[in-house]
């Protein structure tokens, strides 16, 4: 089975226009863009046929192409993510058994995230959409509570089945009481089929309402695997305002074996 990463990468941005091209100081205090920090993470992942960054917009591509990257141009039309890596895809003339939507906002996602999530849908052949979760500490929790009580449009929350299929993702804190909250980490894992299912389908009430594009397999009937994953120590998060590259830039200088460096061809 093969498997390709894809970082679909748009400059328009409500909440933060040009996100990718953010430049955030790493540990070895050399500034590099969201957009290259979150491809060095893909090079780190092992078993990967290839990683591409999909965009629509001419200054993202010739930036990736700058530190090497691969791009796959897509229309302007996609309305998430996942749009983005289903027509991506559809236009490559690889056929990988599992597609891996790396989200170009995660500089900080560890290589085992996205092993650990692949593997999972590989050992569970009845589902075709996967999914990363992680228990918050309590740092964590009471930085989420913090985002919502400024106003801040900040990181997802899941609850989930004992199956451990999904039952809802939020841009609120879930649950109720927050006793348990489980932060969504925005990096999914498709079967082919699931991406061509998707794009069939329009925009729900609950996507748009919660502004999620994972809401829309729910909508429509179609599981989601979750997948907990061990930090193993770090902290996690991504960079969904602009006030979130200090705090990305603060944890990069604290983690020593973070590779912030291009990796060996």
């Known amino acids: 089975m093969t498997t390709t990463i894809v970082i679909p990468a748009r400059y328009d941005s409500s909440r933060f ?33 290839a990683v591409y960054v999909a965009t ?46 790396l989200q170009g906002d995660a500089p900080l996602t560890p290589p085992w995230f996205i092993q650990d999530l692949v593997n999972a849908l590989k050992e569970t052949p009845k589902f075709r959409v996967a999914t990363p979760v992680l228990l918050c500490d309590p740092t964590a929790r009471a930085q989420l509570i913090e985002d919502r009580r400024g106003g801040r449009v900040g ?3 899941v609850v989930f089945g004992k199956k451990n299929q999904a039952l809802y993702f939020s841009k609120e804190v879930l649950p109720f009481g927050q006793a348990e909250v489980f932060h969504h980490v925005g990096i999914y894992a498709y079967r082919p089929e699931a991406l061509n299912v998707y794009r069939a389908w329009t925009e729900g009430r ?16 179609f599981q989601i695997l979750c997948v907990e994953v061990d930090p193993r120590g770090r902290e996690f998060w991504e960079v969904n305002n602009p006030e979130d590259i200090a705090r990305v830039e603060a944890i990069l200088r604290d983690l020593s074996d973070t590779v912030t460096t291009r990796p060996n061809p």
């Open 206 to 221: 609950l996507e748009k309402a919660e502004g999620l594009e994972q809401c829309r397999f729910l909508e429509n009937d």
């Open 155 to 157: 990181a997802t929350t």
């Open 56 to 101: 629509d917009d001419a200054r993202i591509a010739e930036h990736a192409q700058s530190f090497g990257a691969n791009v796959v141009f897509t229309s302007s039309n996609c309305k998430n993510g996942t749009e983005r890596c289903a027509e991506a895809i559809s236009g490559l003339e690889i056929s990988p058994s599992i597609i891996v939507n």
């Open 17 to 49: 226009p040009g996100k990718p091209l953010a430049p955030i100081k790493g540990a070895d205090g050399i500034r590099r863009t969201l957009l290259e920090h979150t491809w060095i993470a893909a090079q780190n992942v092992t078993d990967i046929s």
